[in-house]
């Protein structure tokens, strides 16, 4: 049986929710309705330049915009959880302005998630918990300082299943 996820907005915590509950809940002060999406944006822009202005430390983030926080947010999914990040307003700003599409995404519900690991270059405006699930396979499967090849090998598949999940190419990105 396939089940919603709701976000609860104050404390971004993603439960897993009938339809019911859904209905009653998903547009209240405190939960909301995570619809799902994936899209592969195949004309993203983003320079070296505009990348070391973001002031990412890792290669796999995932960025969004944070009511509660009333600002942009940087997450690093790590092997001990989610850490995040406050983001350059400027930076950001222009990251905006390069790719419209950013502008568009819905606040603590989607996310821009970066795959810059390993010589990949890829970014898919996604669900937020999608990113979450993420987060949780790298701490299920992370050993050791660099991960490990079961690690990964996890990673790898996740993104694949995330490309697969995405099809219809519509105006420079794939929605799925």
């Avoid at 915590?13 to 009938?18: D, G, K, M, V, Y």
Wanted: hydrophobic fraction near 45%; include cysteine.
């Amino acid at each position: 049986m396939m089940h919603q996820h709701l976000i609860e907005v104050a404390k971004r915590r993603i439960l897993c929710a009938c339809d019911q509950c859904v209905s009653v809940l998903g547009m209240s002060e405190r939960f909301r309705t995570i619809l799902p999406r994936t899209d592969v944006l195949l004309d993203f822009r983003l320079s070296a330049a505009e990348w070391d202005a973001l002031q990412i430390p890792i290669d796999m983030v995932f960025l969004f915009h944070s009511t509660v926080g009333e600002r942009s947010v940087a997450v690093y999914p790590g092997p001990a959880g989610p850490m995040e990040s406050a983001l350059s307003l400027d930076a950001w700003s222009h990251l905006v302005a390069a790719n419209p599409v950013l502008g568009e995404m819905t606040p603590d519900i989607e996310a821009l998630l970066v795959n810059r690991t390993k010589g990949a270059h890829e970014y898919y405006r996604v669900s937020i918990d999608r990113c979450y699930a993420l987060v949780g396979l790298i701490r299920t499967h992370w050993q050791g300082l660099s991960g490990g090849a079961e690690a990964w090998e996890a990673i790898n598949s996740f993104f694949v299943a995330l490309r697969a999940a995405a099809n219809e190419p519509v105006g420079g990105c794939i929605h799925g």
